[in-house]
């Protein structure tokens, strides 16, 4: 449980906020073209936490992604898409409050391959 301290009336009262057991997304991922900013979908990302292939990545749409699930580490990340330059990316995720995933956003901004 994750405690927080409020105050009412000068008083001071701890507020108890329950954790649940809900699983945070590591990375969210953003995708848009660099010269017309709009969404590049069908991205293959792929990535390496620790060194170890990650567990997985899943299309939200409008060149959303989000890249794994609760892993925590250093993500090595490769995002590819048709038309376009490759980009590779470090990121560092950490544990939040209650043990989930510190979730980290990002806007990539492809450039088009010459």
């Known amino acids: 449980m994750l405690l927080s301290g409020t105050s009412v009336l000068g008083v001071a009262v701890a507020c108890v906020v329950p954790c649940d057991r809900l699983a945070a997304s590591s990375l969210e991922l953003e995708l848009v073209d660099r010269d017309s900013d709009t969404p590049v979908v069908?991205?293959?990302?792929?990535?390496?936490?620790?060194?170890?292939?990650?567990?997985?990545?899943?299309?939200?749409?409008?060149?959303?992604?989000?890249v794994g699930v609760q892993e925590i580490g250093t993500f090595e990340v490769?995002?590819?898409?048709?038309?376009?330059?490759?980009?590779?990316?470090?990121?560092?995720?950490?544990y939040g409050e209650?043990?989930?995933?510190?979730?980290?956003?990002?806007?990539?901004?492809?450039?088009r391959a010459p």
């Open 42 to 66: 069908d991205a293959n990302i792929t990535y390496r936490v620790d060194g170890e292939a990650g567990g997985g990545v899943d299309e939200l749409g409008a060149g959303r992604y989000v």
């Open 78 to 94: 490769v995002v590819e898409a048709a038309g376009y330059v490759t980009l590779e990316r470090e990121y560092e995720v950490a």
């Open 98 to 111: 209650c043990k989930h995933a510190d979730t980290v956003h990002d806007r990539l901004e492809m450039t």
